[in-house]
């Protein structure tokens, strides 16, 4: 596997992080991990072939993860490179995807949905096993953050394992769902003394991932306050036994 970050901030604009977007390719195909409205271009940017993603996982419908799907889709509907295109492009998420897509689409008759390819919505349930793309098998869980927030553990066919978090406050059944993985995407949106529930804060991220021991680990959804923080030194007083990077647009990893 093949992960790519192209938003390692939050909803709150930022000169370096844009908001979030991951890329992943398998050997069954690509995959978007949240939509955010920067995601769209930063694909572009990344010289990733975003005509031919064939999946798209929302984590949840706050709109610095879901904001960037009407305008992609508005993009794929009319760019050069994807009126060849057959191959469908499948939109994964919680219970209500279809219903905002739709409301989204309807407010102004953008035909989102009408492609010069399919468009396949599908609404998953928490820890019913799905094929998110050829040869990976996708869980998505309940996490504390919005109703609908899913946190997604992918194993593709050569059995490498990823989770990603997207949102969420502590829960120790995210530590879990993430047992042993070879990469998990960890939201570590505040440093300390966070301000909301429904995040992480440093010390919480480190307990997670001591309690998870992956192969190594990617902090992202980061806010402002990094900005100041020495992050390899604040992260090394925890112990983690293993890697953990701090996420930044462009930053690349090899899973194998
Ligand atoms: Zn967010
Ligand atoms: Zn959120």
């Not at 949840?60 to 960037?68: A, K, T």
């Not at 480190?206 to 902090?219: D, E």
């Not at 992050?231 to 690349?252: K, N, T, W």
Request: proline share 5%; glycine share 6%.
């Amino acid at each position: 596997m093949k992960f790519t970050v192209l938003g390692s901030g939050t909803s709150v604009p930022h000169p370096q992080r844009s908001s979030a977007g991951f890329w992943l390719e398998t050997a069954g195909g690509s995959l978007l991990l949240d939509c955010s409205a920067s995601a769209v271009h930063r694909m572009a940017q990344e010289n990733l072939d975003w005509a031919n993603l064939d999946a798209i996982w929302i984590s949840h419908f706050h709109l610095d993860h879901i904001g960037g799907l009407p305008a992609f889709l508005f993009g794929t509907k009319y760019a050069p490179e994807t009126q060849k295109r057959e191959k469908p492009l499948k939109i994964f998420g919680a219970k209500g995807l279809r219903e905002l897509i739709e409301a989204f689409d309807k407010s102004n008759e953008y035909n989102l949905l009408k492609q010069p390819f399919p468009i396949e919505i599908l609404e998953v349930e928490p820890l019913e096993k799905f094929e998110i793309l050829k040869d990976t098998e996708a869980v998505a869980m309940d996490t504390p953050h919005t109703d609908e927030s899913l946190a997604i553990h992918l194993r593709d066919k050569t059995d490498k394992t990823l989770v990603y978090s997207a949102d969420s406050g502590y829960t120790k059944t995210l530590g879990t769902l993430a047992r042993a993985v070879d990469l998990f995407v960890l939201e570590c949106s505040f440093f300390k003394d966070k301000p909301v529930e429904t995040h992480l804060e440093l010390s919480e991220a480190m307990h997670l991932v001591r309690y998870a021991k992956p192969k190594r680990v990617v902090l992202t959804h980061l806010y402002a306050e990094w900005d100041a923080v020495d992050f390899e030194r604040e992260v090394e007083r925890f112990s983690p036994m293993c890697e953990v990077i701090e996420a930044r647009d462009g930053l690349r990893l090899e899973i194998n």
